[in-house]
């Protein structure tokens, strides 16, 4: 294992607006206050939304889309850094008009109805995703 402390720094609870793409709303929000590491989580409902499953076999993501509206359950993500911009890593839980609940990688193209939020910022080393090749994935440059 490896791991970096940290110390809070801001906390931010926000809402985006009705029709906005969820990722990139996240996002853009990081960059404009310049959040570099962070936790994010967030809850409301959208009115469809694209997910998507790392197929550790093929080494791309399948794309999952949900053209209806849904409750966002769960989203829970955090922000480093990629490429060194602020860069958001995302999953959500939906649920239909029956309770049930899917979900996976937050996509672009999934666009909000409403939805409430929370950052914590950290305080600390930089934290930077590379391009790792036993996964296919930019993780985290900590362990070595
Ligand atoms: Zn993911």
Redesign the pocket.
């Known amino acids: 294992m490896a791991a970096i402390e940290y110390e809070r720094k801001r906390t931010f609870m926000g809402r985006i607006p009705y029709g906005e793409d969820l990722l990139a709303s996240l996002t853009g929000f990081a960059r404009e206050k310049g959040i570099t590491k962070g936790r994010l989580q967030m809850i409301g409902a959208v009115q469809g939304a694209v997910v ?1 499953f ?1 197929d550790s076999r093929s080494g791309k993501y399948e794309d999952m889309v949900f053209d209806k509206p849904m409750e966002v359950l769960s989203l829970t993500g955090n922000i480093s850094l990629k490429d060194g911009e602020p860069f958001v ?1 995302a ?1 959500i839980t939906l649920g239909d008009d029956k309770g049930q609940s899917f979900g996976g ?1 937050l996509m672009a193209g999934t666009v909000v109805f409403a939805a409430e939020f929370i950052i914590d910022e950290f305080e600390g080393k930089d934290l930077e995703r590379e391009y790792d090749e036993t996964t296919g994935l930019a993780l985290w440059n900590i362990v070595k």
């Open positions: 998507g790392y890593h999953h990688h």
